[in-house]
């Protein structure tokens, strides 16, 4: 056996404990959604049996937990993932006169994204509606806008926050040299 397969038969026992103490599970309970005996629960908390896959993937789904995360080292789960400013993606060309940066990670787009847009004196980003359920909140850091979705229209200035939806046309509008927001967009 590999040492990476010890590493992994080692982590595994207590990584298991960890995840039923935090759903403040019982092995009883356990046993209960999962489908694995409690005997075989305890058995495997402790490190006397090591687990099918078809067993660790039912334990994994009652104690909803990433099966991959179980077997995370806490070198992996210690770090900082760091975008410098010059590296954050940005859109220069969607709207007039603003640039957009992509604050949240790509596997989020079309969940929960998180941008800070910088306006131009003028500058405007007019959106069609987003999917069904779609709404945006939306911080003004520097500067003032008007927020508009549908019909309704509001004028904000700095620290000002605005929540909206987002499933129908919506805008923002600079209405000072120049603005910056920060824009959260929340798929339903």
């Keep these: 056996m590999t040492d990476e397969a010890d590493d992994i038969l080692n982590l595994l026992p207590a990584r298991l404990k960890e995840a039923?103490?935090?759903?403040?599970?019982?092995?009883?309970?356990?046993?209960?959604?999962?489908?694995v005996s409690r005997s075989m629960v305890s058995q495997i908390e402790r490190g006397e049996s090591s687990p099918t896959i078809a067993t660790l993937w039912n334990l994994t789904r009652a104690l909803q937990?990433?099966?991959?995360?179980?077997?995370?080292?806490?070198?992996?789960a210690d770090q900082?993932?760091?975008l410098r400013a010059a590296q954050v993606p940005s859109i220069d060309n969607m709207g007039q006169g603003c640039r957009i940066r992509i604050l949240s990670p790509p596997e989020d787009a079309g969940g929960h994204e998180v941008y800070d847009i910088a306006?131009?004196?003028?500058?405007?980003?007019?959106?069609?509606?987003?999917?069904?359920?779609?709404?945006?909140?939306?911080t003004v850091l520097e500067g003032a806008v008007r927020v508009t979705s549908g019909t309704a229209v509001q004028d904000l200035g700095p620290g000002d926050?605005?929540?909206?939806?987002?499933?129908?046309?919506?805008?923002?509008?600079?209405?000072?040299?120049?603005?910056?927001?920060?824009?959260?967009?929340?798929?339903?």
């Design 65 to 76: 937990v990433d099966f991959a995360g179980l077997l995370e080292t806490s070198e992996s």
């Design 80 to 82: 900082i993932d760091t």
């Design 119 to 138: 306006f131009r004196p003028g500058g405007a980003l007019v959106s069609q509606p987003h999917g069904r359920g779609t709404r945006e909140q939306l």
């Design 20 to 35: 039923r103490r935090a759903q403040g599970l019982s092995l009883e309970a356990v046993a209960n959604l999962s489908g």
């Design 161 to 188: 926050t605005a929540r909206y939806a987002a499933d129908i046309v919506h805008s923002i509008t600079a209405t000072s040299d120049g603005a910056r927001v920060f824009l959260i967009v929340k798929s339903a």
